[in-house]
């Protein structure tokens, strides 16, 4: 039996299971579809994020940049899975974005406490995390996700209302290509946009139950 640590998912799954409320969980659900689930929760439990660019700085040009970028998949009572940022084009990765578009991020639970009251260390592959590549897209206030965007930026960082009017601060999101798990021993595992997309946890939020630690277990080999 295959057993997967992860904070407030597995009886969760388990209810809405047995509990005839809507979600798509298959019958038998696939190692793939678990490793979405997890890129899922974490990136709706992030708050920020890492962000490489292509570095358009003269010392440096063509290496890859890391900054910090805050972040949101959407309110916490409706996760998307789509990275929504706040950017402003004063930003050394926006920058760089200017010249080429394409990026890679990185969230990971050692952001939570989670790691920690594991007693895991940010490297070690337990401590989950998820990366993700793809190219840099500006949302305009003519998109139908604009106002979305927004909220979903100003309901996690609220401060962000506040920040200066002169930095013509704008939401973004990213293009979705690649999309990599790490969260165990044996290596890194690969999971599509479908896949992840595919994957919608906004009804087991909205069950608005807490605990410490529970499991995802593949009921069919117990």
Not at 8 to 28: H, M, Q, T, W
Not at 102 to 109: D, E, G, N, T
Not at 117 to 128: S, V
Not at 138 to 153: C, G, Q, R, T, V
Request: hydrophobic share 40%.
């Amino acid at each position: 039996m295959r057993v997967f640590q992860m904070q407030r998912l597995a009886i969760i799954l388990f209810l809405y299971a047995v509990g005839g409320l809507e979600i798509s969980i298959p019958s038998l659900p696939s190692e793939s579809w678990k490793a979405a689930l997890v890129c899922r929760h974490i990136m709706h439990e992030s708050d920020w994020i890492s962000i490489a660019t292509l570095s358009t700085q003269n010392a440096i040009k063509g290496y890859p940049f890391v900054s910090l970028e805050s972040m949101s998949d959407g309110p916490k009572t409706n996760s998307t899975g789509v990275p929504y940022l706040y950017m402003t084009p004063l930003d050394t990765p926006s920058i760089d974005i200017m010249n080429d578009d394409r990026v890679s991020i990185m969230a990971s639970l050692a952001q939570s406490d989670y790691c920690k009251k594991e007693n895991l260390d940010p490297e070690d592959p337990r401590c989950a995390r998820v990366m993700i590549s793809g190219t840099f897209k500006k949302i305009e206030k003519s998109f139908p996700e604009y106002d979305f965007a927004l909220m979903s930026l100003f309901e996690r960082h609220p401060v962000m209302r506040k920040w200066p009017k002169g930095h013509a601060f704008y939401p973004a999101k990213i293009d979705i290509q690649q999309i990599q798990l790490f969260d165990n021993f044996g290596g890194v595992k690969q999971v599509t946009p479908k896949e992840y997309f595919d994957v919608n946890i906004t009804n087991i939020l909205n069950m608005n139950l807490n605990f410490d630690k529970i499991f995802i277990v593949d009921v069919t080999t117990v």
